[in-house]
């Protein structure tokens, strides 16, 4: 059984940073796409950042570019967020999630339905 979970949310003050880790167990596939997610209160959940685990290849929401990075690390089946310069508007809900052994498709990374494998969530609040 494939699970995922985050941890590194915190309570943080605008202009902060954060590294959010999203941890697999259960899960053997080699090429496959993570995305960050988030919720924010009273909003819909937005995909946010995505990578391709056997290129590295990226692509990220227009809402966090520049800001949030995402990067990975293979041998520990690891997926980091690198939130920075954070403003109230970023406070929410960080899921992670993955797809199915897969190839890479750039328009579909950022597509909410393309990902089956979830996490329970982290929570970020950010402070004026």
């Known amino acids: 059984q494939v699970q995922w979970k985050e941890s590194g949310g915190a309570s943080v003050q605008s202009e902060g940073s954060l590294r959010l880790s999203c941890q697999a167990s259960?899960?053997?596939?080699?090429?496959?796409?993570m995305a960050w997610f988030r919720q924010a209160p009273g909003k819909e959940r937005e995909v946010i950042a995505a990578?391709?685990?056997?290129?590295?290849?990226?692509n990220y929401a227009d809402s966090v570019k520049g800001r949030f990075t995402i990067s990975q690390d293979n041998s520990k089946k690891t997926v980091y967020l690198q939130l920075d310069n954070l403003n109230p508007e970023d406070t929410a809900i960080y899921y992670c999630a993955s797809t199915g052994p897969r190839s890479w498709n750039k328009s579909a990374s950022l597509k909410d339905a393309t990902y089956v494998y979830w996490g329970p969530g982290t929570q970020v609040s950010v402070s004026a």
């Open positions: 990578i391709f685990t056997a290129s590295g290849a990226t």
């Open positions: 259960g899960y053997t596939a080699s090429r496959y796409c």
